[in-house]
């Protein structure tokens, strides 16, 4: 016998009996009060012992402000942020790449600091003021797009090649330039160090920035 399973058992516990209980404990609500009310309180949130309100598993209401908009959702309490704004609002600037919160293609601003929209619930977000890449640029006639300075910037220093990451360098740079307008080369290593170019597009995106500061110095075009 395991020093484990033979403390369980001294205080009465089971890694089964526990198991055991936990199912019991989950099948509750739909015994007491069936499957319709179940559906009902994980819609609309329960509150627990503790105080607590407990949303899901289904979908519940969500209202998202993003880039301006109020967004009313009903959405999964396990839906991040990232697919929220893809398949939910129809917003593809963010992009899925790793999924796991280190590569920076799904960076969206979030009441201004930059965030990976992979790594937060949707839920978690609301109240607070999103900001995608398809913020930045303006509709002008003819329903053509003006690009914001930074994207032109871009696009004139070949800073992007399959351009997968390049919407979330954009937001992690105008994020670093909305607190920074004129940062130094170390500066501008350390703001962007989130995101990561598997094609190496590294010293366009410098020259950017670098052109970014120069015009914050007054050295340059606006």
Same mark, same amino acid.
């Given at each position: 016998m395991t020093d484990e399973?033979?403390?369980?058992?001294e205080h009465g516990l089971s890694r089964r009996s526990f198991l055991r209980g936990s199912a019991a %404990?989950? $099948? @509750?609500? +739909? $015994? %007491?009060g069936g499957v319709a %009310? @179940?559906?009902?309180? @994980?819609e609309e949130g329960v509150r627990s012992e503790a105080g607590a309100t407990v949303l899901g598993p289904g979908p519940v209401p969500v209202k998202l402000r993003i880039n301006g908009e109020v967004k009313a959702l009903r959405l999964e309490p396990?839906?991040?942020? +990232?697919?929220? +704004?893809? =398949?939910d609002v129809g917003l593809t600037g963010a992009k899925r790449v790793c999924d796991r919160g280190t590569c920076g293609a799904c960076t969206v601003l979030v009441d201004g600091d930059p965030v990976y929209a992979c790594s937060l619930l949707a839920v978690a977000a609301q109240? =607070?003021?999103i900001e995608t890449v398809e913020s930045l640029g303006s509709a002008v006639l003819g329903g053509a797009v003006a690009l914001h300075p930074l994207q032109a910037a871009f696009v004139r220093n070949d800073a992007q090649q399959c351009g997968f990451c390049t919407p979330g360098f954009v937001v992690a740079a105008k994020a670093l330039l909305d607190r920074n307008p004129s940062p130094t080369p170390d500066e501008v290593v350390d703001g962007l160090s989130g995101n990561f170019c598997r094609c190496g597009t590294y010293a366009g995106i410098e020259a950017t920035m670098a052109e970014m500061a120069a015009k914050a110095k007054g050295g340059g075009d606006a």
């Open positions: 399973k033979k403390r369980d058992e %404990a989950g $099948l @509750a609500p +739909l $015994l %007491a %009310a @179940a559906q009902e309180a @994980a396990r839906v991040t942020l +990232l697919d929220a +704004l893809r =398949q109240g =607070q003021e």
